[in-house]
């Protein structure tokens, strides 16, 4: 039998981690200019792609990183690095000057990179899958119970998500603008903080 408040601590543990609402402006400058339609699209597929890696990593998560030979640390690392080219991109108008000169609006589609992963499923989320799952051992019932958590927390990303456009229309093209810029630079803080906790994991810095 499953505890219940291990359930509602799995559901806040992975709530704070993946954090929906915290997704929602990053959603919005990711996939600025894009129509309602192809919005929902990169929705849809960036948390069923998210939920597929955290199914993958609450099963079998440290087995596989083990017999790849890569380190959580590591992984922490490259997800950083990878978070941090997104971020320069953002503050820089990168992503904004690509998709005003490219008349095909879904040349570019984020909904794997960097939606997906490493903002939703990221090395916090998945790494939470791991711990919670090894909590509940084999019990086939635990299994199950944190999976479900699991998707309940991406059902209300998923909903945010879909909310999106009503938010942006609020905000304004100078508001997007603003928040853009302010989501860049905290982006860019997120993944160097990726990258230190990597480093403190792996032992290179103390």
């Not at 339609?37 to 990169?42: D, P």
């Not at 990593?57 to 890569?70: K, Q, R, Y």
């Not at 490219?102 to 711990?131: K, R």
Request: with cysteine; net charge neutral; proline share 3%.
């Amino acid at each position: 039998m499953i505890d219940a408040a291990f359930l509602v601590t799995s559901f806040a543990t992975l709530f704070v981690v993946v954090d929906p609402i915290g997704l929602v402006p990053m959603f919005i400058a990711l996939t600025y200019g894009k129509t309602v339609q192809r919005r929902r699209e990169i929705a849809v597929r960036a948390v069923l792609v998210a939920g597929g890696l955290m199914t993958l990593f609450g099963l079998a998560g440290e087995a596989l990183l083990t017999f790849i030979g890569i380190s959580m640390s590591a992984f922490r690392v490259s997800g950083g690095i990878l978070l941090l080219l997104t971020a320069l991109d953002m503050l820089f108008e990168r992503r904004t000057q690509r998709r005003e000169g490219h008349a095909v609006q879904n040349e570019e589609d984020p909904s794997v990179f960097p939606l997906a992963t490493p903002l939703i499923a990221g090395p916090g989320a998945l790494a939470s899958m791991i711990l919670l799952t090894g909590e509940v051992q084999v019990n086939l019932i635990g299994l199950l119970a944190v999976h479900l958590v699991m998707f309940g927390v991406l059902a209300c990303v998923l909903l945010l998500f879909l909310v999106s456009s009503k938010i942006e229309n609020a905000l304004g093209r100078t508001g997007r603008m603003v928040v853009t810029r302010l989501l860049g630079m905290l982006l860019a803080a997120l993944s160097v903080q990726f990258i230190i906790d990597g480093l403190i994991g792996s032992g290179l810095l103390g």
